[in-house]
């Protein structure tokens, strides 16, 4: 198992530590050169959707994480990485990968509360520890989006088949059973993988021997 983080801007680092006390393999995803390893999952972290968006782009990496997003490889998106995520920005020029189909409001929440921490209930995963950073808030959501939190009436968590989006940031509180649940479906698609790559080498091989 091999996860890959964003790592050109913003809170890689805490992702990291806590993919580390995991023990859970990772790869520093920070130019073109990084996406010759073959990882099962991807963080994008929190940071400047902005700087992280141009950085991605003048890399050359955004198309080539735009299609390993479409073919599959699951996402856990925090915060800024919820925006570069995002098909729609309602108040930004641009969408950058632009895989997931919502509509997100950057920094969302109001100068008053720009920064604050609640506990809320996560579908599937009961109450959990939530801090938001200047945080966006999805304000659209289009075809097979599924709600997993809201706070203050907002969504502030989505799910999109293998992409995972939060308004907030999982890795700053010493709870990890967001990023458990983001490894199991890294596994599941690993599994996946590795069962059609056997199936293809035996049809090669069965080729063979004809
Ligand atoms: N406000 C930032 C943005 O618009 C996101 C903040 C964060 O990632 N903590 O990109």
């Known amino acids: 198992m091999l996860i890959g983080v964003l790592s050109v801007q913003g809170s ?27 990882i099962d999952g991807l963080i994008l972290p929190g940071g400047e959707s902005t700087v992280q968006g141009k950085l991605i782009k003048e890399s050359g990496m ?3 994480l735009r299609r390993q997003i479409n073919d599959g490889l699951p996402v856990l998106a925090t915060c800024a990485g919820m925006i570069l995520l995002a ?29 604050f921490y609640t506990e809320e209930d996560f579908e599937g995963l009961g109450t959990l520890p939530m801090t938001f950073i ?7 959501v289009y075809k097979d ?20 989006a939060l308004s907030f940031h999982p890795e700053l509180n010493d709870d990890y059973r ?13 599994n996946q993988v590795q069962s059609l790559i056997a199936a293809a080498s035996l049809l090669t091989s069965e080729n063979l021997q004809i």
């Open 134 to 140: 200047r945080a966006p808030y999805v304000e659209k």
């Open 12 to 38: 890689f680092a805490e992702h990291i530590k806590v993919l580390d006390n995991m023990r859970i393999r990772h790869v520093q995803l920070r130019n073109f050169h990084d996406l010759s390893y073959i």
């Open 87 to 115: 098909k729609d920005i309602s108040n930004d020029e641009k969408p950058h990968l632009a895989t997931l189909p919502i509509k997100v409001r950057r920094n969302g929440f109001g100068r008053q509360i720009e920064s």
């Open 178 to 190: 967001i990023h458990g649940m983001f490894i199991d479906m890294a596994q599941k698609r690993k």
């Open 145 to 164: 989006i599924k709600v997993l939190a809201t706070v203050k009436d907002r969504i502030v968590a989505v799910r999109y088949k293998n992409q995972i």
């Open 62 to 64: 955004l198309s080539h």
